[in-house]
């Protein structure tokens, strides 16, 4: 297994509100210093198992994202299934990404 790669204590963060199965979710993720997605926190309107799930969901992604797993192999061990709260947020991840980038393209122009 490889090293867990840690954070600095102070960090950006990047938050998304999205709509998924008639509740409201806010994804927050930061990012290393090389700009790959490093950590995902998922919270949810109400407390419910559903939302305690997510949030634990999100820190097991983390830690993931954290020891060397590509983000990109959780999107595909998650397809197929009917997306959760966690697949919508990696979906939100890749749109935010698209859009930012989109946007600093359109800005240097």
Do not use: N
């Amino acid at each position: 297994m490889s090293e867990r790669e840690h954070l600095p204590d102070r960090r950006g963060a990047e938050l998304v509100d999205f709509e998924h199965g008639g509740r409201k979710w806010t994804a927050t993720f930061g990012r290393f210093a090389d700009g790959r997605i490093a950590e995902l926190f998922i919270d949810g309107s109400k407390e419910a198992p559903i939302v305690e799930l997510a949030q634990e969901s999100a820190i097991v992604a983390s830690l993931a994202l954290q020891s060397g797993c590509a983000l990109e192999t959780l999107r595909h061990a998650l397809a197929g299934r009917g997306a959760g709260p966690l697949g919508a947020a990696l979906a939100l991840i890749d749109a935010y990404q698209a859009q930012h980038k989109d946007s600093q393209q359109t800005g240097a122009d």
